[in-house]
């Protein structure tokens, strides 16, 4: 049997890992290793839940303590990054550090995490601490790289984890302005499913003569995962055969293809005795992180999840993943399937299908490499039964929503309908209302307390956030980060979308504030149709979906001041 030891591995890391209950290597793990740690540049290709992190972790800790070791330990307040991770969403950054973190303290060394969607001070009370090893999600990153608050000059080892789903999520652009500041000649992991979306040409620009280690082909090839198709009579039905599959005992996760839809699906699911938790990009980062937390422990069984959640989100023991809505490509739904079955654990995926859907639905298993028949079911029948199993005891709604309000911060800070409510009170005057945390509240007390000539509402449209981030839009015209993790699922940063470098900050806040007609809304990511669309939050004129177009003739005085809220 091969370990850890055997492949190189120091005695410190080998020692740390079975603190964790980590004694047997992955195969990834095993063919990855000994390039690894020589300093060879890997390209590493293998599914979700295969065992890439840790792939990647042990030999950049390694190898970042060998070096001071050989230089003698530097003073804490002279550290700067030597070691980078790049993570495509703020819950695949947050999973790869509770993994690197114990392996770094194990021998000294400190990580931290960026991402957007919080307030940066205490990532730059981190980086002026002296840090060793950055995992970060790159909109941030690059960010506090404009503001010189972190220099990427020292950095031997970048890791590029997910770089297809960083593709797909349009960063590329940005990762290869990250890349470029770091010093050639690095070493260099790359960690990805599939090179297409030009992740291959990240390959040839920055690794030099990469050892290619594939564990698996991009199919679903999992032996310990069972897929089943469920074709309902109708969506009455599909409704009821939902309830039912999430009413098991055991963890699962449902999936839709849009926020609003995991958002309603949790709260009639919670209304029904099912207690449920939704993930979705319109969930401020306290949100999120409360979500899933009471999810991973056990807390709540039931967690409804848009594609946000499909790669990065690792919970043990999750035996059920039910695709409620259609997954866009197969990739999605492989790696939506992933959430269960991981590290050789058994679990089952359910796709539930109408009968309009059945031929997509036959398209996207065969491209996927999953053969599943198609049996008919209705609610109450006995496949149905007999896959629930054991039923979990139904919980009064009413305590479900005591126990969530006594864990919600006093002034509504981990939801963003607090954020939002606080936001509409800052621009009518009415106060700070909350503290800046992790959720937006940071950004509505800034906005109150914006000078009149930043917009007189609070807060110049476009203008920078007081930590120094660009806000970005989100799916119902509200702004956040511009690191990319909280627009609508899978839209690349602005100014990216067709591979365009991102303009500087004054060039975007140079067009003419008034050229959004009162009422109207930004153009809005659709998840159906994979395109974007105008839209009126109120009432008054509506975008073509392509930008802003110039405001024709004067200001309609009769539209009411909150439309021009809501379209923000």
Not at 3 to 27: N, Q, Y
Not at 109 to 115: H, S
Request: charged fraction near 25%.
């Amino acid at each position: 049997m091969t370990s850890f030891a055997s492949l190189g591995v120091p005695a410190a890391i080998t020692s740390a890992l079975i603190s964790l209950d980590i004694t047997e290597p992955f195969p990834i793990q095993v063919k990855t290793l000994p390039d690894t740690l020589a300093g060879r540049d890997v390209l590493g290709r293998g599914q979700t839940g295969s065992g890439k992190t840790l792939a990647f972790a042990i030999p950049l800790v390694s190898r970042l303590a060998d070096d001071d070791d050989a230089a003698g330990r530097r003073p804490s307040g002279t550290r700067r990054p030597r070691g980078l991770v790049l993570a495509p969403t703020r819950e695949l950054a947050t999973q790869i550090d509770r993994t690197v973190a114990p392996l770094a303290e194990a021998l000294g060394l400190r990580t931290t995490v960026i991402y957007g969607g919080v307030p940066q001070a205490r990532q730059e009370k981190a980086l002026a601490a002296g840090v060793d090893i950055i995992i970060a999600c790159p909109g941030r990153l690059e960010d506090l790289m404009k503001q010189g608050v972190v220099s990427l000059d020292q950095v031997s080892i970048s890791v590029l984890d997910e770089a297809d789903h960083m593709a797909d999520l349009g960063f590329l652009p940005v990762v290869r302005r990250i890349l470029d500041a770091t010093p050639a000649g690095g070493q260099r992991l790359l960690f990805s499913a599939t090179l297409d979306n030009g992740v291959d040409k990240l390959v040839n620009r920055y690794m030099q003569k990469p050892v290619t280690h594939s564990v698996d082909a991009p199919k679903a090839a999992v032996t310990t995962m069972e897929h089943h198709v469920f074709l309902a009579q109708d969506k009455e039905a599909k409704k009821v055969l939902i309830n039912q599959l999430a009413s098991g005992v055991g963890k699962r996760v449902l999936f839709t293809r849009t926020k609003h839809a995991a958002k309603k699906l949790a709260k009639v699911l919670t209304a029904n005795g099912i207690p449920a938790v939704d993930l979705h990009g319109n969930l401020s980062q306290n949100a999120r992180d409360r979500n899933l937390a009471e999810f991973s422990s056990g807390e709540v069984k039931v967690l409804v999840a848009t594609d946000v959640a499909a790669r990065g989100v690792h919970v043990d023991e999750v035996e059920l993943v039910i695709h409620v809505d259609l997954p866009a490509e197969h990739k999605a739904y492989l790696h939506r399937s992933g959430r269960t079955a991981r590290a050789g654990a058994e679990g089952t995926v359910v796709t539930l299908v109408l009968p309009e859907e059945r031929s997509e639905v036959q398209k996207l298993l065969r491209a996927a490499g999953v053969n599943a028949p198609f049996t008919p079911v209705k609610p109450g029948s006995t496949e149905i039964l007999d896959f629930v199993g054991e039923q979990a005891a139904v919980v009064d709604p009413a305590s479900r929503a005591a126990a969530v309000a006594a864990k919600a911060p006093q002034q509504g800070g981990g939801s963003s309908t607090g954020a939002n409510a606080q936001r509409k009170r800052a621009r009518r005057g009415g106060g700070q209302g909350g503290s800046p945390s992790g959720s937006r509240q940071g950004a509505t007390a800034d906005a109150a307390k914006a000078p009149a000539s930043e917009g007189g509402r609070g807060r110049r449209r476009g203008a920078a956030n007081r930590d120094g981030s660009r806000p970005e839009r989100g799916a119902t015209g509200s702004r956040n980060d511009r690191s990319g993790q909280a627009r609508p699922e899978h839209a690349a940063p602005r100014g990216e979308r067709a591979g365009r470098p991102e303009r500087a900050g004054s060039a975007r806040s140079s067009a003419p504030r008034s050229s959004a007609p009162r009422g109207g809304s930004a153009p809005v990511w659709s998840s159906t149709t994979g395109g974007t669309s105008g839209g009126s939050f109120g009432s008054g004129g509506q975008n073509s979906g392509s930008g802003r177009p110039p405001r024709k003739g004067p200001r309609r005085a009769s539209a009411p001041a909150s439309n021009e809220r809501r379209g923000r």
